[in-house]
């Protein structure tokens, strides 16, 4: 974030809190797609890094579908457009 978008009161990492793990909670998650590259000859057209810097951009330049998400207004469209 504070790459694509700085703030001027300072780094987002600030607003970071970590929280007590939970019993059975994973402590390291991790992904290989080695297998699915070896059997399926499928490659992911972006790295990690690229798809959630890509991810963070588009949340950022799409506000106001963020909004509609928090606000819950989203839902009267749905029940517009999806209810019987």
Same mark, same amino acid.
């Given at each position: 974030?504070?790459?694509?978008? &700085?703030?001027?009161?300072?780094?987002?990492?600030?607003? @970071?809190?970590?929280?007590?793990?939970? &019993?059975? /909670?994973?402590l390291?998650?991790?992904?290989?797609?080695?297998? @699915?590259?070896r059997?399926l000859?499928?490659?992911p057209?972006?790295t990690f890094?690229?798809?959630l810097?890509?991810t963070?951009?588009?949340y950022?330049?799409?506000?106001?579908?963020v909004?509609?998400?928090i606000s819950g207004s989203y839902?009267?469209?749905?029940a517009? /457009?999806?209810?019987?």
């Amino acid at each position: 974030m504070d790459e694509i978008s &700085p703030r001027k009161a300072g780094s987002r990492r600030d607003l @970071i809190s970590f929280v007590k793990d939970r &019993p059975g /909670h994973d402590l390291r998650y991790a992904m290989d797609a080695r297998k @699915i590259e070896r059997d399926l000859g499928w490659r992911p057209k972006a790295t990690f890094e690229n798809g959630l810097r890509n991810t963070v951009r588009w949340y950022l330049e799409n506000e106001d579908w963020v909004q509609d998400v928090i606000s819950g207004s989203y839902r009267q469209w749905i029940a517009t /457009h999806y209810s019987e």
